[in-house]
């Protein structure tokens, strides 16, 4: 495949760094908020709880809003709005001396909404042949942003207060908004591209897929589980007699410790085996390492190995799940699918923010993560259900206008491309003069589509 050319790799790099301070902006404050938010006036677990997961559902409500602004307005103008959003949450949250100021300003930080915009903006800056690739770049910085947030979060908290930490966010969100205005590359136009764009009236549809709401499920139950996880876990080492200064120290050995669950696992699902086995083992793991969480004793090495299974589990399914969704889309809906899989995602965490708080609250940080442990099984038949989609990569084409008229000559398009070598499906759509196509990589030349193209 080519290289990226130089106004791509710039917007890799700088739309990657703008995606983690989004991010960052619901990761950072996981290993911390329920620990420091305690001594808040007239905090509750529950309260604590609303304060972590009410970012997300700002983010689900307002992704798609934002994206179709940005399709009216331009992507860095409401790119830009939304940085001014979350840093004016930053600082409301910062300046608060109540758990309410802080459930207010993390709201504000969720309503800059600006990750759809992000993808859509990095598919207006690169070719076809280079969207794939600059879309796998940009989600995989939302792993490092994860791992950065729980060794970064506890050494704030380590010497500043939780006022500190918002400032310090605000900080990230002001440089992004510079990157945004000096860095970033000016798109030219924007893209009419379904692989990055929504489109609403498809959804309906969508949501009836039955292999797309599995994977639909599998992330809002993942991201659930994961912020409810991490408003117990903290109080957990809390109670098991670890300082708040050291909870970085067993974060980082766990985060490294768990590269040696997540890379022999991606190596055994990239052989081909059934996805529903390895998601199986997933899901059975992280379901063990909650349970190992909860009985833990004052044992420091059980607590680490704790630690290394509930982050390398959690990682295998956190990476295999969007590759799954991108797999099992329809070729002309990508976009959009992917737009109900980020809502279902964000939808999980802000459902896992106030259920791991009330847990808390009503039976304790010990009972609440054998709760989520059991939780995991709910997941069980659901995974044992899901289907292998095939490895196939998505392809826009540019076509010539002489190829769009009737229904007849689409029709006859459709045959033509379908017997192209590697191409798997076909979706034409006349309103945009493309056609989306899902191709097997090995045998596929896109030169032999030079016939179609329109150059």
């Not at 006022?163 to 945004?180: D, N």
Request: proline content about 4%; overall charge neutral; aromatic content about 8%.
């Amino acid at each position: 495949m080519p290289a990226f050319n130089s106004v791509e790799r710039r917007a890799a790099l700088s739309l990657s760094f703008l995606y983690i301070t989004r991010m960052m902006g619901l990761f950072l404050l996981l290993p911390v908020l329920s620990v420091l938010a305690q001594d808040m006036n007239g905090a509750t677990p529950l309260l604590i709880g609303l304060a972590v997961g009410i970012y997300a559902l700002f983010q689900a409500l307002l992704q798609i809003p934002f994206g179709m602004l940005s399709d009216r307005f331009g992507r860095k103008p409401v790119i830009l709005a939304g940085l001014a959003i979350f840093i004016i949450g930053s600082l409301v949250a910062a300046l608060s001396n109540s758990i309410w100021g802080i459930i207010i300003g993390r709201a504000l930080q969720g309503g800059g909404a600006i990750s759809a915009v992000i993808m859509a903006l990095a598919g207006d800056l690169t070719r076809d042949n280079q969207r794939t690739k600059i879309m796998a770049v940009i989600g995989a910085s939302i792993g490092l942003s994860f791992i950065l947030s729980l060794i970064i979060g506890p050494l704030l908290m380590s010497r500043f207060d939780l006022a500190g930490i918002f400032y310090f966010i605000t900080v990230f969100g002001v440089i992004a908004a510079l990157l945004v205005m000096f860095v970033v590359p000016n798109p030219i136009d924007s893209n009419q591209d379904r692989n990055i764009s929504v489109v609403i009236n498809e959804m309906p549809g969508l949501l009836r897929h039955p292999d797309l709401l599995k994977i639909d499920f599998g992330i809002f139950l993942l991201h659930l589980l994961i912020t409810a996880g991490f408003v117990c876990i903290p109080l957990r080492l809390l109670g098991s007699g670890i300082d708040v200064q050291s909870h970085w120290v067993i974060y980082l050995v766990g985060a490294v410790g768990s590269l040696v669950i997540l890379l022999p696992m991606i190596g055994i699902a990239e052989r081909k085996w059934p996805v529903n086995w390895v998601m199986m083992a997933g899901v059975i793991g992280l379901a063990l390492a909650l349970a190992v969480l909860s009985f833990v004793p004052d044992l420091f090495w059980l607590l680490v190995v704790g630690m290394v299974l509930f982050l390398g589990f959690l990682s295998v399914l956190e990476s295999m799940l969007p590759s799954l969704a991108s797999r099992t889309a329809p070729a002309s809906l990508r976009g959009t699918a992917m737009g109900i899989y980020s809502t279902s995602q964000f939808l999980g965490a802000f459902i896992g923010g106030v259920g791991g708080g009330w847990l808390v609250g009503k039976m304790g940080d010990e009972k609440a993560l054998l709760v989520l442990a059991m939780v995991c099984l709910v997941w069980i038949p659901v995974v044992w259900r899901m289907k292998s989609p095939q490895r196939l990569s998505s392809f826009r084409l540019s076509l010539k206008e002489s190829f769009i008229g009737t229904n007849e000559r689409i029709n006859d398009l459709r045959e033509a491309l379908g017997g192209v070598a590697g191409v798997i499906e076909v979706s034409v759509v006349p309103a945009e003069q493309a056609a989306y196509l899902k191709v097997e990589k090995r045998t596929f030349d896109d030169s032999d589509l030079d016939q179609f193209r329109n150059s």
